[in-house]
T-cell receptor, first 113, second 113 residues
């Protein structure tokens, strides 16, 4: 079974702090993703990566950056956290194969105060 | 512009009855559709998918129907069980790729014993 592990379940950070959210997958998947989930807005793609050191912006990249130095690890960085970045953050991975579903981690609930 | 719409934020059904969750899309280029289920405090899990070359796909109690002319798909759960209570997300992509999966906002299903 694919396992996508997010390092923290809950985080509380202060406005202006630099925040790192870490994600590791153990199935040698090429693609990795960061989504945020907000009530009434569903899942929105922040960034994705289709290979090591490669990244592409999703629908809402503003205020975020990512890093993928190793195939199994994909980090989401909030350079200067703001209260509107309080959200549930979900990491996912998939293969390049057509029709490959996303496998999600359990999420990180980030609160910025 | 919302390309994938789940117009019912919530649905309540009795145990043993049929649950029907609906999803509409606007982009005629979408050719692969997926349903994900999400329990609170967990990441979404893949449930069932359908390619645009089919109009029905069945997996146990879950069946997805696709009506391309109406740009509409639905998920049927028969019989519904209390453990099916979750948020269900519809998602769509072009060329079967997960890189640009577009999610609906979700429908919260409650199955009452």
């Amino acid at each position: 079974d694919v396992k996508v592990t997010q390092s923290s379940r809950y985080l509380v950070k202060r406005t202006g702090e630099k925040v790192f959210l870490e994600c590791v997958q153990d199935m040698d998947h090429e693609n990795m993703f960061w989504y945020r989930q907000d009530p009434g807005l569903g899942l929105r793609l922040i960034y994705f990566s289709y290979d090591v050191k490669m990244k592409e912006k999703g629908d809402i990249p503003e205020g975020y950056s990512v890093s993928r130095e190793k195939k199994e690890r994909f980090s989401l960085i909030l350079e200067s956290a703001s209260t509107n970045q309080t959200s549930m953050y979900l990491c996912a991975s998939s293969t390049h194969r057509d029709g490959s579903p996303l496998h999600f981690g359990n999420g990180t609930r980030l609160t910025v105060t | 512009d919302q390309q994938v719409k789940q117009n019912s934020p919530s649905l309540s059904v009795q145990e043993g009855r049929i649950s029907i969750l609906n999803c509409d899309y606007t982009n005629s280029m979408f050719d692969y559709f997926l349903w994900y289920k999400k329990y609170p405090a967990e990441g979404p899990t893949f449930l069932i998918s359908i390619s645009s070359i089919k109009d029905k796909n069945e997996d146990g109690r879950f069946t997805v129907f696709l009506n391309k002319s109406a740009k509409h798909l639905s998920l049927h759960i028969v019989p519904s069980q209390p453990g099916d209570s979750a948020v269900y997300f519809c998602a769509a992509s072009t060329q079967g790729g997960s890189e640009k999966l577009v999610f609906g906002k979700g429908t919260k299903l409650t199955v009452n014993p």
